[in-house]
């Protein structure tokens, strides 16, 4: 299994990026997929999560509530991560993460993409 996300650059506070994960090797209806995110020097920050399965279940960190949406396009094998309002301290290098169960914990997923970065200015 593979992931290739996309998306990140840099935006201006206040504005939008959406972020894809493209997922190869297994269908993406059976698997979990989350959003983690790491600044240099901190631990990897759980940003949002979606089960699969056809109940979708979605979660959200309190840093990102009501500005973050995870979606999911099990048929195209792509789950995004839409982005409103940006703070600079969203500032960080994202990943996406596919696995068999939903979960907050980092280490239960077993397929990761490279980061891509999202740098907010000011």
């Known amino acids: 299994v593979q992931l290739q996300a996309s998306g990140g650059g840099l935006v201006q506070a206040g504005g939008s990026l959406r972020l894809s994960c493209l997922v190869s090797?297994?269908?993406?209806?059976?698997?979990?997929v989350a959003w983690f995110r790491q600044v240099p020097g901190n631990g990897r920050e759980g940003v949002s999560y979606s089960s699969g399965g056809g109940r979708t279940t979605t979660y959200y960190s309190d840093s990102v509530k009501g500005r973050f949406a995870i979606s999911r396009d099990d048929d195209g094998n792509t789950a995004y991560l839409q982005m409103n309002s940006l703070q600079v301290e969203d500032t960080a290098v994202y990943y996406c993460?596919?696995?068999?169960?939903?979960?907050?914990?980092?280490?239960?997923?077993?397929?990761w993409g490279h980061g891509t970065l999202v740098t907010v200015s000011r």
């Open positions: 993460a596919a696995g068999r169960i939903l979960t907050r914990d980092y280490s239960e997923y077993h397929y």
């Open positions: 090797g297994q269908k993406l209806g059976n698997l979990a």
